[in-house]
């Protein structure tokens, strides 16, 4: 009942923050609720299924380039969302084969590679990326259904909206997901591969199954990334990037539902901090990853739940 | 066909610098069962101190390559003996993770001590001018960086094979706690490779500041390389990580002559074909 109401409050609070927010605290929010959904499907592969992936920018970068393209040919933003998440997913699927064939060790080498596969093809396919460049002056179209609604985006806070409706839909499937068959399936093959192989699951395929909502997971934050921005440029397909969901998951918490969300949150509060005293934040970011791997294996949200995480 | 002839030479040069920072990547993986993350930090380290050495205070460079060689051995030293030690016993994941904070850290100091713009000092006199392979001219450093590639791969073949230290480091990649039980000191033993390991990557790092940019990115790009080599060579295997470094150099050698543009992805096809082929990497076991 605690949580509910405590849930509650947080959504209302984020539904009127437009009414008293500046632009910029909007844009920041919008930033920490792309890297919330962004970390949300890491911490489905690395949380909830043992695999963990340092190339999911590039899924990130797939989404964003992707939803650009479209918006550019065809301004009408719930295609150009669709339409990332859609290609980020195939994306997914197809080098997800390739990367499942691997586990612990081989597989974070393999989604760096490939990840910098992308990066390396967003970097130099100029025709189709607009290379170094980036892809520039992209619309931030208006929300259309046709025949039904037409809402305009170009105020900050109607895009704001948009962001929240989409990472709260994202985040109550992720909800529903992890405490579904699939999701309890998804644990069992972290804690005990060879168990759950031997009671008849298919390892492969509920990894892959993982991997390829991980990817759509990044594919959406990457895809409502254009329309705010509107430019794409290759660092977000860079591996350094997709270190993001990865510190925010450890900041946060591992093996919690809410680990990822709470992380990206203190993400950007430490980035805000530490930023005001010294351009050097990485390093400082740096020695939080060592004190958070070698003491803290729970992150924040498991000192909150006053256990000290899974050893 | 000459061109040929002459690209791969120039091949093989880079697949030596690639080829010295793999190998040492192997190596402690082979050992220590980590797989050091900020390896391709410890190369940038490598070329920043021999700049520093070499190119600003003047050090003979027979004199900086070794100096800048020790300097990162002793940040070896720290990465292993206060950090690195304590979660040998942990999943991989956390080691991986706890790695890549020292990727932060340290190529962030890199940038905090020297800056952020990339250096390139001058070329060592002796080494400066070309000589003339199927009538093109092909620089002298070059040559010496391939001599010396293969110089340090005989020079590690012999070490692990043929002296004491090495049998102990076999013995104990083999069997950690058997070769405790019959008194090898293995903490002292894993520092001492992890040291080894960061030397061989300093080594590739530092040779290569005559010609290579010293930037604070370079380490990241490299570990990606080191990556794909160690994954089609087979990982923890030495052979693997000389013949992979082999194929990456080549490759991209031709690559970047028959298609400038997607040179990079090549050799990703490359890696994903042995991957399809051999998951386990040529050599791997």
């Not at chain 2, 993770?97 to 990727?103: E, K």
């Not at chain 2, 790092?205 to 010609?211: E, F, I, K, M």
Request: overall charge positive; charged content about 10%; hydrophobic content about 55%.
């Amino acid at each position: 009942m605690k949580t509910r109401l405590a849930i509650l409050s947080l959504i209302i609070f984020l539904a009127v923050l437009p009414a008293f927010a500046g632009k910029y605290l909007l844009y920041v929010t919008i930033h920490i609720l792309l890297l919330s959904i962004f970390s949300l499907g890491f911490n489905l592969l690395f949380g909830y299924t043992g695999l963990l992936s340092f190339g999911q920018a590039g899924f990130y970068a797939v989404g964003a380039y992707g939803c650009a393209k479209i918006l550019l040919a065809y301004p009408s933003l719930l295609a150009g969302i669709i339409g990332g998440v859609a290609l980020a997913g195939v994306a997914s699927l197809v080098l997800g084969i390739l990367c499942i064939r691997h586990t612990r060790i081989y597989f974070s080498m393999l989604t760096l590679s490939f990840g910098m596969m992308i990066f390396s093809l967003a970097w130099k396919w100029r025709d189709m990326t607009g290379g170094d460049d980036g892809l520039v002056g992209i619309p931030r179209a208006p929300l259309e259904i046709p025949g039904l609604l037409r809402l305009n985006m170009a105020p900050m806070e109607n895009y704001y909206y948009v962001v929240l409706v989409f990472s709260l839909l994202a985040i109550y499937l992720f909800h529903r997901l992890v405490h579904s068959p699939l999701g309890l399936t998804l644990q069992g093959i972290r804690d005990s591969e060879t168990r759950t192989a031997c009671v008849g699951i298919s390892v492969r395929n509920y990894r892959l199954v993982s991997f390829t909502i991980a990817g759509m997971y990044a594919g959406l934050a990457g895809a409502l990334l254009p329309p705010l921005e509107s430019t794409v440029t290759p660092p977000v397909a860079h591996w350094s990037f997709s270190a993001e969901p990865v510190l925010a998951t450890l900041l946060g918490g591992i093996y919690t539902f809410s680990g990822p969300i709470v992380g990206a949150f203190l993400f950007y509060v430490l980035k805000d901090i530490i930023v005001r005293f010294t351009q050097y934040w990485l390093i400082c970011l740096g020695a939080i990853v060592l004190v958070l791997v070698l003491g803290f294996r729970g992150g924040v949200v498991s000192i909150f739940q006053g256990k000290g995480g899974r050893g | 066909m000459e061109i040929l002839a002459f690209q791969g030479l120039i091949g093989l040069s880079v697949a030596m610098y690639l080829w010295l920072l793999a190998s040492g990547l192997t190596i402690v993986f082979g050992v220590l069962g980590v797989l050091n993350f900020a390896h391709g930090s410890l190369f940038m380290l490598g070329a920043y101190f021999a700049y520093t050495f070499y190119g600003l205070w003047g050090v003979n460079f027979w004199l900086a390559i070794p100096l800048s060689l020790l300097s990162v051995a002793v940040v070896g030293y720290v990465m292993e003996r206060f950090f690195l030690r304590h979660i040998y016993k942990e999943d991989h994941a956390y080691q991986l993770l706890l790695t890549f904070g020292f990727i932060l850290i340290l190529d962030d100091a890199v940038k905090m001590v020297w800056g952020g713009v990339a250096k390139i000092p001058a070329m060592p006199g002796f080494f400066e001018g070309t000589v003339s392979v199927v009538g093109r001219p092909f620089p002298v450093y070059n040559l010496f960086i391939i001599s010396a590639g293969l110089f340090v791969a005989v020079l590690v073949w012999l070490l692990f094979e043929k002296t004491w230290w090495g049998k102990m480091v076999r013995a104990s990649a083999s069997d950690r706690e058997m070769a405790g039980a019959i008194g090898i000191n293995i903490p002292t033993l894993f520092t001492g490779v992890f040291a080894f390991g960061a030397m061989l990557a300093a080594l590739g790092g530092a040779l290569g500041t005559p010609v290579r940019v010293v930037a604070p990115g370079i380490g990241a790009a490299m570990i990606i390389q080191a990556f794909i080599i160690t994954v089609i060579g087979g990982l923890g295997n030495l052979k693997g990580a000389f013949v992979g470094a082999l194929i990456v150099g080549t490759l991209s050698a031709y690559g970047i002559l028959l298609f400038p543009v997607f040179e990079l992805f090549l050799i990703f096809l490359i890696m994903t074909v042995v991957l399809m082929i051999k998951p386990q990497g040529l050599f791997g076991g």
